[in-house]
């Protein structure tokens, strides 16, 4: 089952692992024990506040940090006339684990890592880890093509969402490390 999944093509809206989380991937899947099913290292984003999973809701997106400019270009480049939120959306990884004791030693190692949201879920044909980092900000930013904040909030917010990205990061770092 590992190399069939590993074998998939991406169906990822990036089409490729997030840079900031290749390494931790790659090292999960050199390990017989575990292989990943998705992952993302964290990204903010510009998207359409429907209240469900839906085609073509990201209206900017980026996996890196932002600065005021790229911000504020991308709000006034949104042509959407109903509400957008900003997300800055925390790191989430899969790893389909061999048995309930690695699964158990990944979560393990997480939480030591500082990932206070993981867990392991039990399926009929494997054992799931998700892990889930903590650090996130949301809130609605544009309402039909007007922001709702002013360029004060935005600096603020911007600074914000970057230091959740690099703590994020870190964490990803750390349980790399924990892995060795």
Not at 129 to 149: D, G, Q
């Amino acid at each position: 089952m590992k190399q069939k999944q590993l074998s998939k093509q991406d169906k990822s809206n990036i089409g490729r692992w997030d840079s900031k989380i290749k390494g931790l991937c790659d090292k999960l899947n050199k390990n017989k024990s575990y292989y990943t099913t998705s992952s993302c290292a964290g990204r903010i984003v510009l998207i359409k506040s429907l209240g469900e999973k839906a085609e073509n809701v990201f209206l900017f997106r980026t996996h890196n940090r932002i600065n005021f400019k790229e911000l504020k270009g991308a709000l006034d480049n949104i042509d959407y006339k109903e509400l957008v939120e900003f997300q800055q959306t925390p790191c989430i990884l899969h790893v389909a684990c061999a048995s309930l004791k690695d699964a158990q030693e990944l979560v393990d190692k997480s939480k030591l890592a500082g990932w206070k949201r993981s867990g392991i879920m039990a399926t009929g044909k494997r054992f799931m880890v998700e892990l889930h980092s903590t650090e996130k900000l949301e809130f609605p930013i544009m309402n039909k093509r007007i922001v709702l904040v002013d360029d004060d909030f935005l600096k603020l917010i911007i600074e914000i969402a970057n230091d959740k990205m690099e703590k994020v990061w870190e964490k990803i770092k750390r349980l790399e490390k924990e892995l060795q």
